[in-house]
């Protein structure tokens, strides 16, 4: 496979035909999950050109609460104005480049001041104030103000997108489609007005593909997932819910609930419709998030890719308000998918070195339940610019 001239993707990372058994299909080489000129590519062309969900909406409570985020190769800044609207902006005062917020969250009572010059910004990102500004007529407020970044609400989270002409918000929700059939089923979760019940942080020593990879197949379930083969006993035979568009996995005929021990949830969503209940359903929505249904929780996942060969992974359980605000103990249903994470990322962990082994040079193989992750494989290569295979 040639890379397009305009990309300049290099030959070693495309993937090329092999002679292999129709069961199998090829990975992407070892190179595309090490090479940072590669990583360095994807931040350009994949999480700085497309939607990001960033935050949690209810950690902007308020206008003036802020919080600063790692998207591709930019700090973003993310607050509430005097309107109760989101706004986004690039953190990088317009005088000398400064970086406005240093801290990961924080409120300011009116505006942002850099701590550098002290011009200083409105929440709207107008600049209002700078040493003798006054005295610089020529000087436009919002010309010389904050560089916005596109901004939308979706899921009770905050989505940005840094390209100059942002592709349509539909392109997200069609991920859901894709997966689900409808927008419906995912709106029965009311995910917009859950709250959260606990968050983990995760630092994974892999790169974002793999941990991708593996969220989309469930081949390994037997293997290294003994307490969720025991809550979706389907799971056990290798094909994961992804697998088939709508469906969702079955709880087992004996588990109560979606806890580490299988015993009763929590408070059941009242939108969940009774085809949802009792099943599971988890959803990749490209380029970095996961979403996993339950009946009485939303499982939510945002990957933040640092380096070629580290993620960090912010996980949120979101619950109905009442079960968070009474302080309802959520811990099995926690547990159950810490439990999951952590043995799925030190999965990706094990794997990682060996793709800088010459033996992963060309890549692996991917069998008949893993199939579909060469579709996305083939989706990193068009957003590079590889012509297709």
């Known amino acids: 496979m040639r890379a397009s001239p305009a990309h300049d993707v290099p030959e070693e990372c495309t993937v090329t035909s092999t002679s292999l058994p129709d069961s199998l299909i090829a990975t992407l080489p070892g ?6 000129g590669i990583f360095a590519q994807e931040q350009e062309h994949i999480f700085e050109a497309m939607w990001f969900c960033a935050v ?3 950690e902007l409570p308020k206008p003036g609460a802020f919080r600063t985020v790692q998207v591709g190769r930019e700090s973003i800044l993310i607050t509430r104005a005097r309107d109760n609207s989101v706004r986004a902006y690039f953190n990088v005062c317009r005088h000398r480049g400064a970086r406005l917020c240093t801290q990961e969250s924080g409120e300011v009572k009116r505006a942002f001041q850099c701590p550098y010059h002290a011009w200083t910004y409105d929440l709207t990102g107008k600049l209002v104030a700078a040493p003798n500004l006054t005295k610089m007529p020529d000087v436009g407020r919002t010309e010389y103000g904050l560089a916005s970044v596109a901004v939308r609400e979706w899921l009770g989270y905050v989505w940005v997108c840094l390209a100059e002409n942002p592709p349509p918000f539909d392109e997200v929700v069609q ?3 894709t997966r689900l059939g409808d927008t419906e089923s995912i709106e029965h979760y009311d995910i917009d ?5 606990r968050r983990i942080t995760y630092d994974v020593k892999a790169n974002w593909k793999l941990i991708i990879e593996n969220f989309m197949e469930c081949y390994h379930c037997a293997t290294i997932h003994p307490e969720l083969t025991e809550v979706l006993p389907e799971f056990a035979d290798g094909y994961a819910a992804q697998y088939y568009v709508g469906h969702g996995a079955e709880f087992g005929e004996d588990i109560q609930g979606f806890t580490v021990d299988g015993s009763e949830g929590l408070d059941r969503i009242p939108g969940v419709s009774e085809d ?5 359903y988890a959803i ?3 380029p970095q998030v996961f979403v996993n ?9 945002r990957m933040y890719p640092v380096a070629a060969d580290r993620t960090v992974v912010e996980c949120d359980w979101l619950y109905l308000p009442d079960v968070v605000q009474s302080g309802k103990d959520v811990s099995r249903s926690v547990e159950l998918f810490d439990r999951v994470n952590r043995q799925d990322f030190d999965a990706c962990e094990r794997t990682q070195p060996a793709m800088s082994s010459r033996l992963y040079a060309k890549g692996g193989v991917l069998v008949p339940s893993e199939h579909h ?3 996305f494989h083939d989706w990193v290569q068009a957003r590079l610019g590889a012509q297709p295979r």
């Open 373 to 375: 992750i060469g579709a």
């Open 175 to 177: 991920e859901v489609v």
């Open 276 to 280: 949802q209940d009792r099943r599971y």
């Open 31 to 36: 190179a595309s999950y090490t090479d940072p």
């Open 284 to 286: 990749t929505v490209r």
């Open 56 to 58: 949690r909406a209810s």
């Open 193 to 197: 007005n859950l709250q959260v019940g």
């Open 293 to 301: 249904l339950v009946p009485d929780h939303v499982i939510f996942h």
